[in-house]
């Protein structure tokens, strides 16, 4: 007999289990049954005083002693934990919980609630399950304390609450519900299988459009329930989530935080004098570039004679303008080309990536096969000394080329005379800025000094809401007042 037990198998059967306590079948008979008036009542029990509060589930809890046991027990175990175990993978998978997060936040546990009810909807045909089942479910996944539904749950749909006449309180975790007839059997499977006297693991399955299809084990730990009057007999004791990071291909000889290391700026430019990256295909001539100059990052977007960027606090453009070529700032802000705002800026190829696998190693490179949030594919190439990335392929269709960016390292910096100005002659740029919100008139002053042959012009006075001046009656327009002299500019809402 096999030991595996699969929910996408148990969806479709019909199962004469009969009604759970504190179930009810159809939600509309159900009502009628119970006497209940009305699409919703939000009357709750009052709350009760805090029972005393049992020890909440440490992912490092010891296991319990077992006896052996044998198939048809671990058969008796799996359908015992099945419904937490279905639940609790769910909310984590959702959640998208990695290694060394906590699984005992309250809205995960409720989450976990809603689950269940789901399960108990569709294998048994339970629409409507009570509050002391709910509480129950909670406590045995590791709820302390009083359980609060979380606020606005009832408010925006998530979960129906009604209340009979007895002062019965009913939920109705429609949402839930809704998610398991779009998800289960149509792109998601989930498995739990005993894996021990007191463990098992359930695994979560999404096929992807593309075909590719990806799970996430959890490993979960249960414990004798010592509540007697429960309908669970173990309760969950631990969770082993998945490790941060996609899934890894074991051949690779490397790990995937050795990867995004090495490709962090810090990283890379205390190897590299720079790097800087562009399509071959479509547009070779249109060039990212970062390297450091001073004790900051340049990064400079460069095609034929236009540049733009940020550096030393700013963005800005350089480009032609009627009365010769300049750099224009646009906008302050001091993480601009710092490196803390810059360093993790390779590494963002990373971050969606759900699974990578080696493809094949070729010359100086490792090709990695890769999935990405979504089900798309990508493919990386990495130098195999350094791990820095060296090519990425992103294939948005299968029946398209892929979009290709080359990233390389070994050349110097481009010579961009204008950044030299930061090393020479300063003016001061003093703007005077006025708005209006609703009858208040708000003012405020700032000043900023930049090099003597570069202009501030803020983005808010070019496309903002904002007029600029060049006098405080605001009767003169602005125009550029050449390099090397201090200026000051008006800026204001105000119109006619």
């Known amino acids: 007999m096999d030991m595996k037990r699969t929910i996408a198998w148990l969806l479709s059967l019909v199962l004469l289990l009969g009604t759970l306590s504190g179930c009810a079948a159809d939600s509309k008979s159900a009502m009628d049954d119970l006497g209940i008036e009305g699409d919703m009542i939000d009357e709750l029990p009052d709350d009760e005083e805090d029972a005393a509060e049992e020890d909440a589930p440490e992912e490092d809890a010891p296991e319990e002693d077992a006896p052996e046991e044998d198939e048809e027990d671990y058969l008796d175990f799996e359908e015992a934990v099945e419904a937490q175990s279905f639940a609790a993978a769910m909310a984590c998978y959702l959640a998208d919980l990695r290694r060394g997060s906590g699984v005992s936040d309250p809205l995960l546990l409720w989450d976990m609630a809603g689950w269940y009810a789901a399960w108990l909807c569709t294998v048994e045909d339970c629409d409507l399950i009570s509050g002391d089942r709910v509480e129950d479910f909670l406590r045995s996944v590791g709820y302390q304390g009083v359980p609060e539904l979380p606020e606005s749950w009832a ?16 939920y109705d975790f429609d949402q ?63 969770v082993g989530l998945p490790a941060a990071g996609p899934q890894w291909d074991r051949r690779l000889n490397f790990t995937y935080e050795e990867l995004t290391a090495a490709n962090r700026l810090r990283s890379s430019l205390s190897i590299y004098p ?101 089900g798309m594919r990508e493919v990386l190439a990495v130098d195999k000394g350094t791990l820095v990335l060296r090519q990425r392929e992103v294939y948005y269709a299968e029946e398209l080329p892929p979009s290709v960016t080359v990233y390389e390292y070994t050349q ?65 327009p602005y125009v550029y007042p050449g390099p090397g002299v201090d200026y000051t500019l008006y800026l204001s809402t105000a119109k006619g």
Request: proline share 5%; with cysteine; glycine share 8%.
């Open 155 to 170: 408010e925006y749909g998530v979960v129906r609450v009604f209340t009979a006449p007895d002062k019965v309180t009913y």
């Open 176 to 238: 839930h519900k809704k998610e398991m007839d779009a998800m289960l059997g149509v792109n998601t499977e989930v498995s739990v299988t005993a894996a021990g006297p007191l463990d098992a693991v359930a695994s979560v399955t999404y096929h992807y459009d593309s075909g590719e299809a990806l799970t996430w084990d959890y490993d979960l730990r249960f414990a004798p329930n010592g509540t007697a009057d429960s309908a669970f007999a173990y309760r969950l004791a631990g």
């Open 274 to 374: 720079a790097v800087h990256w562009y399509d071959p295909d479509h547009s070779p001539d249109m060039v990212y570039w970062i390297f450091p100059r001073g004790d900051a990052l340049a990064y400079i977007y460069k095609w034929d004679d236009y540049s733009s960027g940020e550096y030393h606090g700013c963005r800005f453009e350089y480009e032609h303008f009627t009365d010769g070529q300049r750099a224009m700032i646009g906008a302050f802000d001091e993480a601009d080309g710092s490196w803390d705002k810059l360093d993790g800026i390779l590494t963002e190829s990373f971050s969606s990536l759900l699974s990578v696998r080696l493809d094949r190693v070729e010359a100086d490179l490792c090709w990695l096969e890769c999935v990405a949030w979504g």
């Open 412 to 476: 110097s910096p481009p010579r961009l005379p204008y950044l030299d100005g930061w090393d020479g002659e300063m003016r001061t740029v003093t703007l005077c800025w006025e708005n209006f919100s609703g009858p208040v008139r708000n003012t405020w002053t700032e000043t900023v000094e930049i090099p003597a042959d570069w202009e501030y012009l803020p983005y808010d006075g070019r496309w903002g809401d904002y007029t600029v001046w060049m006098d405080p009656g605001y009767t003169k």
